[in-house]
C-alpha cells in the first residue's frame, strides 16, 4: 500500500506563499510513479492542480495555475513539493497529493490520494 502524507498548508494573506509538501512511503511505492496536486472546496469536484513526471523532466499543471505555482520533486527521498506564489483568496481550499502511473492518468485516476491539508488565504 502506498501512504501520501501532506503537510506545509496553513492560513497566509493574499499576495503570499506557501510550500506544501508531500512525503510518499510504503513498501509498493514505485519511484516511477507520476505525483501531482489536487484542490478541493466544499461542494464542489476536485481540481486538478499539478503534476511531475518521475524523474522531474516533465511537468503540467492546470491554466489558472501556471506562472503562480511550481511543482517539483525530490525522487531520492519520495517527496513532491507545491511553491505557490501570488495566492488568492480563490486558491483557499484543501490541497491533496495523488500517485499514479502516468501524466494521463494523474490527472483522471489516481490510484492513491493523501488526507489533504488545508490552505487558507485571507483577503
Known amino acids: 500500500q502506498v501512504q501520501l502524507v501532506e503537510s506545509g498548508g496553513g492560513l497566509v494573506q493574499a499576495g503570499g506563499s506557501l510550500r506544501l509538501s508531500c512525503a510518499a512511503s510504503g513498501r509498493t511505492f514505485n519511484t516511477y510513479y507520476v505525483m501531482g496536486w489536487f484542490r478541493q472546496t466544499p461542494g464542489k469536484e476536485r481540481e486538478f492542480v499539478a503534476a511531475?513526471?518521475?524523474?522531474?523532466?516533465?511537468?503540467k499543471y492546470a491554466d489558472s495555475m501556471k506562472g503562480r505555482f511550481t511543482i517539483s520533486r525530490h525522487v531520492a527521498v519520495n517527496t513532491v513539493y507545491l511553491q505557490m506564489n501570488t495566492l488568492k483568496p480563490e486558491d483557499t481550499a484543501v490541497y491533496y497529493c495523488?500517485?499514479?502511473?502516468?501524466?494521463?492518468?494523474?490527472?483522471?485516476?489516481?490510484?492513491?490520494w493523501g488526507q489533504g491539508t488545508q490552505v487558507t488565504v485571507s483577503s
Open positions: 511531475i513526471s518521475w524523474n522531474g523532466l516533465n511537468t
Open positions: 495523488a500517485a499514479a502511473d502516468t501524466l494521463v492518468k494523474i490527472t483522471t485516476t489516481p490510484f492513491q
